[in-house]
C-alpha cells in the first residue's frame, strides 16, 4: 500500500480491519461496511465509513502536500499527528467540543475519530441561507475553556511536555504566515487572486493606514504571544452543528501555542462572511443575528476566562484582547477576499454577488481596524461599526 500518495476506499477498509480490536463496542467491521471519500477542505483526505448497525466513524488521510494547490507545496505530513494530540488535550479540558479520537497511526498519518452526525458546518449553512443559533456562545466557551485551561503550564499538568517542539507546529504555522500576514499586503505574491473588479477596493484597503497598523501589530502578537494552545484556523467550516443544535470544532491541525484571540478573531471575520451572505439572500433579521453570534462569542469568552486577570500594571486586559480580536478579525477578513483560499460566502467570485460580497468584506475589516485604534474599545463597537459597513440601519 502506498502511504505516501492518495488513499481509496478499499485502502480504508483493509485499514479499518486491521484495527478493529481498538473498535469495538464502536464499530463493526465486517463485509457490509460503507466507505466513501466526503472531504472538500484544502489538505487533506477525510473519509466517512458507515457499518451494518449505522454506526459510523471518520478516518483522516495527511497528504504530503496542499491539496488545493498540488505536489509544488509540499506539506509535513506529521500534521496528522498533532491534530492527534491536541484533539486529545481539547476533549480533555472541554468535553463534548470536539470529537473523539478512536486511533492513531503515525506512520500512515492517519486517524480515525468519531463521526459527527447527523450535522453539516456551520459554514454549510450560512451558505444554505441557514442559521446556527447557539454558534457564538459554544465557540467563546471553547477558546474561553483552552485559553484558560491550555496555557504552557496548563498542559504541563494534563501530562504533556509544552517545550516539544510539536507545539509551535513550523509548517502549518508558515502556511498562515504567508497566506493571512504577508501576501494579502503584496502585489507580487503569485497566489493572491480577486476580480479586476475588486482592484479599487483592494487598493484602497492596502493603503489605509489603520490596516496596516492592524496587519503589522497581528503578526507581532501571533509571533510572540504563546499564552495558550490554539485551534488556529477557526473558521466556521470548522465548526459542525450537530442535529442536536451542538457545535462541535474540529481540524486542529494548525494548533499551535499562540494568542487565543488569533481563534476568536478567525472565527469573528467568518461570522461576518455569513452575515454578509444573509444580508444579500436571506435579509436584514438574518444578517443581525448572525451578527449577534459574534458578539455572543466574545461575551462568552470574557465570562469563561474573567479575561485572564490583569497585566502587569494591575490593568484589566479586556482592552488588549479587544484589541487583538480586532486585528486578527480584520486579517482574517483581507486573506479570505484577496489571498488563495476563498470563502464560499464569497459565492461566484467573479459574479456580481460576489464582487459586491467581497467589497463588503473588505469594507468591514477598514471599519473594524479603524475601530481598534480607538482608546475604548468594546464589541459592540466592532459590531456597529460592520453594521455601518454594511449599510445596516439599526436605530
Given at each position: 500500500m502506498n502511504w505516501n500518495d492518495r488513499m481509496?476506499?478499499?485502502?480504508?477498509?483493509?485499514?479499518?480491519?486491521?484495527?478493529?480490536?481498538?473498535?469495538?463496542?464502536?464499530?463493526?467491521?465486517d463485509d457490509d461496511v460503507e466507505c466513501r471519500e466526503i472531504g472538500d477542505g484544502n489538505l487533506n483526505l477525510v473519509f466517512l465509513l458507515r457499518d451494518?448497525?449505522?454506526?459510523?466513524?471518520?478516518?483522516?488521510?495527511?497528504?504530503?502536500?496542499?491539496?488545493?494547490?498540488?505536489?509544488?507545496?509540499?506539506?509535513?505530513?506529521?500534521?496528522v499527528d498533532r491534530e492527534h494530540m491536541s484533539l486529545n488535550i481539547f476533549g480533555k479540558v472541554a468535553p463534548g467540543s470536539v470529537p473523539t479520537v478512536y486511533a492513531g497511526d503515525a506512520a500512515r498519518h492517519t486517524i480515525v475519530m468519531e463521526a459527527l452526525l447527523p450535522g453539516e458546518t456551520a459554514r454549510s449553512r450560512s451558505v444554505e441561507g441557514l442559521e446556527c443559533p447557539g454558534i457564538g456562545e459554544a465557540i467563546g466557551s471553547f477558546i474561553g475553556t483552552i485559553a484558560r485551561d491550555c496555557s504552557p503550564a496548563g498542559v504541563r499538568a494534563l501530562g504533556y511536555d509544552p517545550d516539544n517542539p510539536e507545539f509551535r507546529n513550523e509548517n502549518m504555522s508558515d502556511i498562515t504566515r504567508a497566506l493571512v500576514f504577508e501576501e494579502p499586503y503584496s502585489d507580487s505574491a503569485s497566489r493572491n487572486w480577486?476580480?479586476?473588479?475588486?482592484?479599487?477596493?483592494?487598493?484602497?484597503?492596502?493603503?489605509?493606514?489603520?490596516?496596516?497598523?492592524?496587519?503589522?501589530?497581528?503578526?507581532?502578537?501571533?509571533?510572540?504571544?504563546?499564552?495558550?494552545?490554539?485551534?488556529?484556523?477557526?473558521h466556521t467550516g470548522s465548526v459542525m452543528r450537530l442535529s442536536s443544535g451542538v457545535h462541535v470544532v474540529f481540524d486542529t491541525e494548525f494548533c499551535r501555542f499562540g494568542p487565543s484571540m488569533f481563534d476568536l478573531g478567525v472565527f469573528m471575520a467568518n461570522v461576518v462572511f455569513a452575515a454578509i451572505r444573509a444580508r444579500q439572500n436571506a435579509g436584514v433579521g438574518s444578517c443581525l443575528r448572525w451578527l449577534q453570534e459574534a458578539e455572543s462569542s466574545w461575551s462568552r469568552f470574557a465570562r469563561t476566562t474573567a479575561l485572564l486577570g490583569v497585566d502587569d500594571e494591575g490593568r484589566n486586559r479586556s482592552q488588549e484582547y479587544l484589541r487583538e480580536l480586532g486585528e486578527f478579525c480584520v486579517v482574517e477578513l483581507a486573506r479570505r477576499v484577496i489571498g488563495l483560499a476563498k470563502v464560499p460566502e464569497l459565492e461566484d467570485f467573479r459574479s456580481r454577488q460576489g464582487c459586491d460580497a467581497g467589497r463588503r468584506a473588505l469594507r468591514c475589516a477598514e471599519f473594524i481596524a479603524e475601530c481598534a485604534q480607538d482608546a475604548e474599545l468594546s464589541i459592540g463597537a466592532y459590531i456597529d461599526s460592520v453594521h455601518y459597513a454594511l449599510g445596516l440601519d439599526v436605530s
Open positions: 481509496y476506499e478499499r485502502e480504508v477498509l483493509e485499514y479499518v480491519q486491521s484495527i478493529s480490536p481498538s473498535l469495538r463496542g464502536r464499530f463493526i467491521v451494518s448497525r449505522g454506526d459510523a466513524l471518520c478516518v483522516k488521510r495527511a497528504l504530503p502536500y496542499v491539496r488545493m494547490v498540488g505536489r509544488g507545496w509540499p506539506l509535513d505530513v506529521n500534521r480577486f476580480p479586476q473588479e475588486l482592484a479599487e477596493s483592494v487598493a484602497r484597503f492596502r493603503s489605509c493606514s489603520a490596516v496596516v497598523s492592524a496587519a503589522l501589530h497581528a503578526r507581532d502578537i501571533f509571533e510572540n504571544k504563546q499564552e495558550a494552545l490554539i485551534h488556529g484556523d477557526l
